[in-house]
């Protein structure tokens, strides 16, 4: 094992973790709402292949209608930045209206578990990567 801190090796078995259960929400069926296509790459990059649907791409209010037509389970992963955060808050708020609520738990749990070291989907495969590295001397499993 190489140098690390036991807080390290904590902070990566929980994102392994969180990874192993997007990959079970995507494998059901879940839509997966990102802000870009690089938060798609970074997330497909870490085996989690699903349907991505982006934030950025057309009005909140068209993207929670069609979201409300499909009747399946919605992960909600903007970023953790001031921009995402207002885009999670109005998501929520578009889709309650239709009593739909998202998962928006997975983006929280990240959130709490990277903030100060990323802010963003778009760097989660090379941090959780960085971190595999450091703990256990490889890239990918």
Partial sequence: MMHSDLEDI???EKLEE????LKEFAQ????????GRKDEGSLRYLGINGDFQFASQQPLLDLTDSLSKTGKDIVLL???DKRGSLVARKIVKHLSAYGIVPNTEIR????????KRI????SLNNYVNKLR???HGIMRF
């Fill in 133 to 135: 590295y450091e703990i």
């Fill in 108 to 115: 929280l749990r990240l959130r709490s578990l990277s903030k």
């Fill in 18 to 21: 969180i990874i192993l259960e």
């Fill in 119 to 122: 802010k963003d989907i778009e």
């Fill in 10 to 12: 904590e902070r990566l």
């Fill in 28 to 35: 059901a069926g879940a839509i997966i709402i990102v802000e």
């Fill in 78 to 80: 903007t970023d953790w």
